[in-house]
């Protein structure tokens, strides 16, 4: 009687590990609320990639070893904020440096830290950068 449902009872746990481990792949993880990055675009070649933001400073401190000199991806907290991010660095990003505030996460599918952008200011590097 005992093995009619041992079988099934492993299917069912082996079933439901699969599927747990097949969503944590896509999941994001929310490391911390409040942080702070100063970073710059990277132009990456291959034109399927996403743009990343390689960080240079990072407040607080104790994220200094996951997050300087590492490529991050950003989000926006609307598509409007993206929209006007967009508009403003259109023409040559590379002349940018940003001071981009948010929460901090941690994403599987995309292998990097992502910040959720509540805020942002852009500095532009040197006035005849990219013929501004």
């Known amino acids: 009687m005992k093995r009619k449902f041992l079988l099934p009872g492993i299917l069912l746990f082996v079933a439901i590990a699969a599927t ?4 944590l ?4 993880y929310h490391i911390q609320n409040n942080v702070s990055v100063n970073c710059h675009y990277l132009a990456y070649a291959c034109g399927d990639c ?3 933001y ?4 990072v407040s607080p401190a104790s994220l200094g070893k996951k ?3 590492q490529d991050i991806d950003i ?7 993206e929209q006007e991010f967009n508009r403003k660095i259109v ?3 590379i002349c940018y440096n940003f001071d981009l505030k948010g929460d901090l996460f941690y994403s599987s599918k995309e292998g ?7 805020s942002y200011k852009l500095k532009l590097n040197f006035a005849k950068c990219c013929t501004h």
Do not use: D, H, I, M
């Open 54 to 57: 390689n960080v240079s400073k």
């Open 67 to 69: 997050l300087l000199n």
């Open 20 to 23: 747990a481990t097949y969503f």
């Open 112 to 118: 990097c830290y992502v910040l959720k952008v509540a």
């Open 25 to 28: 792949k896509f999941a994001k």
């Open 50 to 52: 996403y743009p990343r």
């Open 91 to 93: 023409t040559c990003a």
């Open 75 to 81: 989000e926006f907290a609307s598509t409007r904020q």
